[in-house]
């Protein structure tokens, strides 16, 4: 039967999750036995951070804290993704170990565009000495547009319609959303919400994160020890 540890943070972060799950990883492997850490929720605000005895240190986001200890990582249906941090984080952990580590995804998960990023510094920018201290990375906005799951994301990719969709959020959503926050697009966020290349280079990382990962179900911790 699969031994499972259960790391909860209960103090806001910096109580230590990245340095226990790793630490129980360890003991896995050490004995032998297969180790998978399981991203229950939340996104790639996530930060935690594990350095290891030889001195190598990285910032987890979407991959599990026990990845240097040769754990896999699952991303359950309640993570979102964010495929601009997702290759970031993957060619940076790439250059600190290897092999990489396999991780798996929910079909299930929502999906973060630069617009909802962008919505989400917006507000920030807009509550000036009010700011709410947000790491900007659009967690809230990707979860109240409640858009396509990663599934359908893909099959939109694989149609060739994956890029209207992300421009219809642009086009469409995001002026309706700020409306409804009573935030203005100055000049300058109208300059980066209209780069060429935003949406070319989201769907680039799109690709990356999809044929660097693979879909699984919670089921997948049976596989583990």
Not at 1 to 30: R, S
Not at 72 to 91: A, R, V
Not at 175 to 189: A, F, N, Q, S, Y
Request: net charge negative; hydrophobic share 35%; with cysteine.
């Amino acid at each position: 039967m699969t031994n499972i540890k259960i790391v909860i943070g209960a103090n806001y972060g910096d109580e230590g999750k990245g340095l226990m799950t790793d630490y129980f990883c360890n003991l896995a492997t050490e004995s032998g036995e297969s180790a998978l850490v399981v991203c229950a929720n939340g996104g790639s605000q996530r930060g935690h951070t594990v350095t290891t005895p030889g001195g190598i240190s990285h910032v987890f986001h979407h991959f599990g804290s026990g990845t240097f200890a040769g754990a896999d990582t699952y991303l359950s249906e309640k993570f979102i993704l964010n495929p601009m941090n997702y290759y970031d984080e993957y060619i940076e952990l790439s250059k600190k170990t290897k092999p990489m580590p396999m991780v798996y995804i929910n079909k299930l998960c929502k999906v973060t565009t630069p617009f909802d990023m962008i919505i989400n510094q917006m507000v920030e920018e807009s509550r000036g000495s009010d700011w709410h201290g947000s790491c900007g990375c659009g967690i809230w906005e990707t979860i109240t547009r409640d858009g396509a799951t990663v599934e359908e994301m893909w099959d939109m990719y694989l149609d060739g319609n994956l890029a209207s969709y992300i421009k219809s959020i642009r086009d469409n959503y995001l002026p309706l959303r700020l409306k409804e926050l009573g935030v203005k697009i100055t000049d300058e966020w109208k300059e980066v919400i209209n780069k060429d290349n935003l949406i070319t280079n989201w769907m680039f990382d799109f690709h990356f994160m999809m044929r660097t990962t693979e879909w699984e179900t919670e089921a997948i911790i049976t596989e583990y020890d």
